[in-house]
């Protein structure tokens, strides 16, 4: 499994790692609500039954933004970030996904393990060219949705892709919807997703976690691997400087 370490890039950087320069452009794409705590990262449009990640964060808003790689004439989301906490980053750990439930119909079957459950090289595919980022809450709303309104009703997938087209007039696509208040469905306040374009489309993008002093979580980052490069983002002991792990 190859592993880079994520440098949280100011606005405006310039960086040369293929030959010419690279513009990495910040852009904050606005807060995300997770009122269950349950983070999942997924395509919106074709994989909102995905699982959350193990992990164990406050029920709340945590802000979100993408780092963009301009490349020479065009500009690509190259990372898309879920901030959670405060501090620097010290080590950086593969995101894994929480066990899918036992089935209620088998109660005796066994619970496959987290290495069943995991590629090679673990993350999620993408095969609209969009990923996300939302609460556990809202993707069962989303997957309730889908189940009642017909194809040619389905406001969701036209708004989200209209958002993110009027995003695109200037760079890379991002947007954001709420249910209530984007959908009109009957729920509470301040459950929404943030979609964005998926680095050059369709593939599979891993996802990272990074731990503080004391192993709590700071940052959640996908990286749609359009920068091949290592970036670290902290001072590195001799024996881990190569960021690495196989």
């Given at each position: 499994m190859r592993f880079h370490a994520f440098r949280d890039f100011e606005d405006g950087t310039i960086i040369d790692g293929l030959g010419f320069d690279i513009v990495v452009h910040r852009r904050s794409v606005g807060t995300i609500n997770l009122p269950s705590g349950q983070l999942i990262a997924c395509d919106p449009l074709h994989a909102l039954d995905t699982e959350p990640f193990a992990l164990n964060l406050e029920p709340g808003q945590y802000p979100v933004h993408l780092l963009v790689a301009e490349l020479r004439d065009e500009r690509r989301n190259a990372y898309a970030v879920v901030r959670v906490g405060e501090g620097p980053v010290r080590r950086w750990e593969p995101a894994e996904m929480s066990l899918p439930a036992a089935n209620s119909d088998q109660p005796d079957a066994p619970r496959p393990s987290l290495l069943d459950t995991l590629d090679e090289d673990p993350g999620y595919p993408v095969d609209s060219s969009l990923g996300a980022f939302m609460d556990a809450t809202t993707a069962g709303a989303l997957i309730d949705y889908h189940q009642i309104v017909m194809p040619e009703d389905n406001d969701f997938e036209r708004l989200l892709l209209a958002r993110l087209r009027k995003r695109r007039r200037s760079g890379a696509g991002y947007g954001t919807l709420d249910l209530r208040r984007d959908?009109?469905?009957?729920?509470?306040?301040?459950?929404?997703?943030?979609?964005?374009?998926?680095?050059?489309?369709?593939?599979?993008y891993p996802t990272y976690v990074g731990l503080g002093d004391e192993g709590q979580v700071i940052s959640v980052v996908t990286d749609f691997q359009v920068l091949d490069l290592r970036f670290p983002s902290f001072p590195l002991p001799a024996a881990t400087s190569l960021d690495e792990f196989e």
């Open positions: 959908l009109k469905l009957p729920m509470p306040e301040g459950l929404n997703l943030i979609a964005f374009d998926a680095g050059f489309g369709p593939g599979h």
